[in-house]
């Protein structure tokens, strides 16, 4: 058993799903840094190049107590790897998982924070807030913005204070169930996506403050066109979804503002 994961209870179980696609400059800081967090880990091979995909099985195999490696290929996207890497957790008897980039944008020394947080709300996602740095540019920054204001529209709250963030906390039944039933976007809609359709089913979030960073080397697999389409077409979709669900979630929010729960972990 790898050190840590004895204090994981059956009612609570996390482990660490990194969705991975070309990032073998990467690979071998991140499995450093997840090594002494103590949770068992998937790193889901998206159709990777050779040398990727080769030092990914490799890493697996050396750590064979705690890293566990899925491929797919061809390439199926963020979301597809995302939701492959959940579905095998859940089946293994993991009730919750960490979705975290392969690039280091996150610092993955947060997981036991976001483990905790959801110790506390074993309901809820854990959702990232991130506090960016200088790395950030400034496209990517004002685009969340708008990205912000349609998804409180879509959701009539204020309680998703980032849905793009890559560095979140899943209940896995709940999100298995619901992608099973009408997936999620496979690509790099999928975080949005994901994040405001389970809202709509009543699963609460918590956001977590947590620092991101850009890195100069990093590996970015946004396609400004086609990802950026995806994205509209995904907006019109949940703005429609939020016209025919109106009434529930207005109700809900005033409920919530009525009776004001904790739904923000700074710590």
């Not at 890293?67 to 859940?90: D, E, Y």
């Not at 924070?113 to 990232?128: L, M, N, T, Y």
């Amino acid at each position: 058993m790898h050190p840590g994961s004895s204090s994981s209870t059956p009612a609570h179980r996390p482990c660490v799903v990194v969705p991975v696609y070309n990032h073998g400059g990467a690979l071998a800081r991140l499995v450093d840094s997840l090594r002494p967090i103590g949770l068992t880990c998937w790193l889901v091979d998206d159709g990777s190049d050779a040398e990727c995909a080769a030092a990914i099985v490799a890493a697996a195999q050396a750590n064979p107590d705690w890293l566990r490696c899925i491929r797919q290929t061809p390439n199926q996207g963020k979301g597809a790897a995302v939701m492959a890497g959940l579905r095998a957790a859940l089946a293994d008897g993991f009730t919750h998982a960490i979705q975290i980039d392969a690039d280091l944008q996150h610092d993955p020394a947060d997981i036991p924070r976001f483990v905790a947080a959801s110790r506390a709300a074993p309901a809820a996602i854990i959702s990232g807030a991130p506090r960016f740095d200088a790395s950030i540019p400034a496209a990517r920054y004002y685009g969340r913005w708008l990205t912000h204001v349609l998804v409180w529209v879509e959701t009539l709250s204020l309680e998703i204070r980032d849905s793009m963030c890559g560095f979140r906390l899943y209940p896995l039944a709940p999100a298995v169930a619901l992608d099973e039933r009408a997936p999620f976007g496979r690509r790099m809609q999928f975080d949005t996506d994901a994040i405001v359709r389970l809202h709509w089913r009543g699963v609460p979030v918590v956001n977590l403050d947590t620092p991101v960073t850009y890195p100069v080397d990093g590996v970015s697999h946004f396609a400004m066109v086609a990802d950026n389409l995806r994205m509209i077409r995904l907006h019109l979709r949940l703005l429609a979804g939020m016209l025919l669900r109106s009434p529930r979630l207005l109700a809900r929010t005033l409920r919530r503002a009525r009776f004001p729960g904790s739904i923000d972990a700074r710590a």
